[in-house]
């Protein structure tokens, strides 16, 4: 089994910045496959099964990892 991590994932159509942590399990590296729950009525940047590439980002709660792009 992959080691399980938080990372952090935008939510779109909200007026100002705003990050959903979500639970992911780590490929190797700075990939993660997301595999929390999407909450009904919210749309995040990148989908629940999506296979993404993390950042770090500071945000209120120290440096954190957030999807910046899909993985190829």
Known sequence: MSERATIYVALLDEAVDVWRPVEAEAQGGDRYKIV??????????????AEVVCVQKRLENGLVWVADGWAK
Do not use: I, T
């Not at 729950?37 to 629940?48: I, L, S």
């Open 36 to 49: 929390g729950v999407q909450p009904a009525g919210e749309r995040w940047a990148f989908p629940a099964g």
